[in-house]
């Protein structure tokens, strides 16, 4: 299903030529360095390709004739590739012999141009071939190497392409050489196999394209289908012949997931672990809006989020038909694992039920808020909030998926989203606005699924919630506020001392701290400020006979919950008397 769907989009990324991607059998690749040639095949210069500045240098993209596959073997990309392929330059390693690395890049070399040769028969006439060949047969390129982007080259490793003198396209994109490649490739094909993908004869491909831009993957690339263990064999089928695709739909897929992952795409965005990419079965407005929704983008997610279900529901109101709600939305999460990618997560329905499901996460992770707070937090504030030091790389493994998931499918929550919640208020002692908003939804949520009859918490404070854990975090905030203002300016409150204790074995915390609050009552100026207090107290406690020894899971995070309230509650009463 994942790999069909992306082969259908590389098609329509074809149909509709919205997108620069190549075409079968070609690839595009980045080519920071461009060596010109004379037609007599002289050396005439270097062309660095890249722009911008320092570390975001980013080179010029071209399309090139589809990359081997790199392995410990010796395989040389056709007419491009690394300094130690195209001059026998090996780049430096200090942990290796650099006798053994010079030996192993003369042999890199000579495959490079037994490569041309092999492969560009029909096309060894051209002008610039002929010209590329004469300039690699003479093995002097000392007038490379005294260039003053040589040292720079050779030290990074970086790509290297030619140019003819005069064109305007590197030599691999020249016609002739373009038209070689294409009656080679339609002359492939002996062994013909039903494709698993398309459903139509096709040689298989052995090996696949390695998929790029990952977060956390290797940097030369992962795969999401590879064999390659023994142990993987099956009916004595190796590689990817056990599963066999079709190389024409191998490279449709691994084409339209490596744009959708390169630099610089909309859609795309990091969901914790999870790279998470997006598309539809035809364009639709919620491919520009999706990735502001979920990922920590610049522009301002609650105005996306009208935007998009405006978008939605525009067919109702006769919008053009682009908005279909019935048009198919594929949503991939994907994830490193050593030398594969693994599939965190996998969403495939109509932009229509996605819709729904987005306005009702909207809806259940909403509550009162501090002024100047968005009203949507994005999925990345959501989920720091859960992790130590607020790092994303602290985000629990698999917690991300999980959570993305239950939101495009409008399943609850999962519990270890709580979990962590409650263990991040216990340890840093502090509810903040997207922790209240993360437990307030999953209760709610959970509630709703299961058609609970039990009164759950709500957006605001809710003086009716006669839950034990709600109510004793209520009591928790009003003590904390008779201690702030009987000691003004005070360093650190029963916050900071008793909030693990109290959210958990309460018991253990509040008899102590009811004591304390005489204390503090009597330092208040105000008489009748103390009295209000004390009354607000009674109402919380009305009915709550003894504290209880241990409070669950959830009714810590009701507990949470209800402190959250009652300081939103103090918070509003202040400004309004100011």
């Not at 392995?71 to 053994?100: E, Q």
């Not at 020249?174 to 040689?203: F, H, N, Y």
């Not at 720091?384 to 959570?403: Q, S, Y």
């Not at 904390?480 to 409150?493: R, V």
Request: hydrophobic residues 40%; positive net charge; glycine residues 8%.
């Amino acid at each position: 299903m994942i790999l069909h769907s992306l082969n259908d989009y590389y098609r329509r990324l074809q149909t509709e030529g919205l997108a620069d991607v190549a075409t079968e059998g070609f690839q595009k690749q980045p080519i920071p360095f461009v060596v010109v040639l004379n037609r007599d095949g002289s050396f005439l210069g270097l062309v660095d390709t890249r722009s911008g500045e320092g570390k975001e240098k980013s080179a010029r993209q071209f399309t090139v004739p589809k990359g081997v596959k790199k392995t410990s073997g010796i395989a040389a990309n056709l007419l491009w590739d690394t300094p130690a392929y195209v001059f026998g330059r090996p780049k430096s390693d200090p942990k290796k012999d650099l006798s053994k690395l010079m030996q192993r890049a003369v042999e890199q070399q000579l495959c490079f141009l037994n490569t041309i040769r092999e492969r560009l028969v029909p096309a060894l006439e051209d002008e610039g071939i002929h010209a590329l060949l004469q300039f690699l047969g003479n093995d002097n390129f000392q007038a490379v190497f005294d260039h003053p982007a040589w040292p720079e080259i050779e030290e990074s490793g970086a790509i290297l392409s030619f140019q003819l003198e005069g064109d305007i396209c590197l030599i691999c994109e020249r016609p002739a050489v373009v038209a070689a490649l294409m009656t080679a490739q339609l002359a492939e094909g002996s062994m013909q196999q039903t494709c698993l993908i398309t459903g139509e004869p096709d040689e298989p491909a052995r090996l696949h394209t390695a998929i790029k831009g990952v977060y956390g993957a290797q940097r030369s690339g992962a795969n999401i289908v590879s064999f390659n263990l023994s142990a993987f064999t099956s009916y004595k089928k190796e590689q990817s012949f056990n599963a066999p695709v079709g190389k024409r739909a191998e490279f449709a897929y691994t084409t339209a997931l490596n744009h959708l992952l390169s630099k610089g795409s909309m859609q795309r965005l990091q969901v914790g672990d999870a790279t998470t990419v997006f598309w539809a079965e035809k364009k639709h407005e919620i491919e520009n809006v999706f990735g502001g929704l979920f990922g920590e983008q610049p522009r301002e997610p609650e105005q996306d989020y009208k935007q998009l279900i405006a978008a939605f529901r525009a067919p109702q109101t006769g919008a053009p038909p682009q908005l279909d709600p019935n048009t198919a939305f594929f949503v991939l999460g994907l994830a490193p694992n050593a030398a594969r990618i693994a599939v965190r997560f996998w969403y495939a329905g109509t932009v229509g039920d996605i819709a729904a499901n987005i306005e009702q996460h909207f809806d259940d992770i909403e509550i009162v808020r501090p002024p100047k707070q968005s009203r949507y937090l994005s999925l990345f504030r959501l989920l720091v909030a859960t992790a130590a030091l607020g790092k994303a790389e602290n985000i629990l493994p698999n917690l991300a998926g999980e959570f993305m998931k239950s939101i495009l499918i409008g399943t609850p929550y999962p519990q270890a989203l709580l979990g962590a919640v409650i263990r991040r208020c216990r340890s840093e002692r502090e509810i903040t606005y997207p922790r209240a908003s993360l437990v307030k939804a999953v209760l709610s949520r959970e509630a709703r699924y299961y058609k609970k009859t039990v009164k759950e918490v709500g957006m605001s404070l809710d003086t009716g919630n006669n839950n034990v854990g709600y109510r004793l975090g209520r009591l928790f905030a009003t003590l904390e506020k008779i201690q702030e203002e009987a000691s003004p300016g005070i360093n650190a409150t029963i916050r900071d001392r008793f909030y693990g204790a109290a959210s958990s074995t309460p018991v253990s915390a509040f008899p102590h701290l009811m004591k304390l609050k005489n204390h503090h009552l009597g330092k208040l100026e105000s008489r009748g400020r103390a009295v209000n207090l004390e009354k607000l107290i009674g109402e919380i406690m009305d009915g709550l006979n003894e504290f209880p020894a241990h409070l669950s899971m959830a009714d810590q995070g009701r507990f949470a919950v209800g402190y959250y309230h009652q300081r939103q509650t103090f918070f509003t009463s202040t400004r309004k008397d100011q």
